[in-house]
């Protein structure tokens, strides 16, 4: 083989993990900083994680999973809370407790009781592909209890934050 082969294969090396890894940002896992105290003390600002953008291509997001979607009014801003109530189920904050088709929701990583139910402060359902989420910071999260968020639809689910990076003493699955 000549060095000019050689050199070849090289850059043609190069080419290829350089497109194998934009796919895997682009489509497979995406790298995201966190931003704010919305998801205190679960997450907090500067800490870095990634997003898995494949799982819900193939089934439904899950209750206590972390998901990323996009703000609907302002463009690049995204948000991250925890799935709380699935589609067709009945939602109600009442008392500083979140009620899911009239039960009380077991949690046990909100940060504080409830002060504000805001749209759930009335029993309501979820659509077919809706989505009810909170922010584990609940008295300090824009979420799905204010207009300006609302319910989520699966469309809408960029990915489902399931590793911290970043710091380092805090990395591992979420």
Do not use: C
């Not at 919305?38 to 500067?46: A, E, I, K, N, V």
Request: net charge negative.
């Amino acid at each position: 083989m000549t060095k000019q082969n050689k050199g070849l294969k090289g850059i043609l090396g190069v080419l290829v993990l350089a497109a194998a890894i934009l796919f895997l940002l682009n489509y497979v896992v995406q790298p995201t900083e966190v931003e704010g105290l919305s998801m205190y003390p679960t997450l907090s600002g500067g800490e870095y994680l990634l997003l898995d953008k494949v799982s819900y291509r193939f089934r439904s997001p899950r209750r206590y999973e972390l998901v990323v979607f996009p703000s609907r009014y302002q463009e690049d801003t995204y948000y991250i809370k925890r799935v709380i109530a699935l589609p067709g189920e009945t939602v109600e904050i009442r008392d500083g407790t979140v009620y899911i088709d009239g039960e009380p929701l077991e949690e046990n990583y909100g940060y504080e009781p409830i002060e504000d139910a805001g749209l759930a402060g009335e029993a309501f359902v979820l659509g077919t592909d809706e989505y009810f989420v909170l922010g584990d910071n609940r008295n300090d999260s824009m979420d799905s209890r204010f207009a300006e968020i609302g319910n989520v639809t699966a469309q809408e689910i960029v990915g489902r934050a399931f590793f911290r990076i970043w710091p380092f003493e805090k990395a591992g699955a979420l």
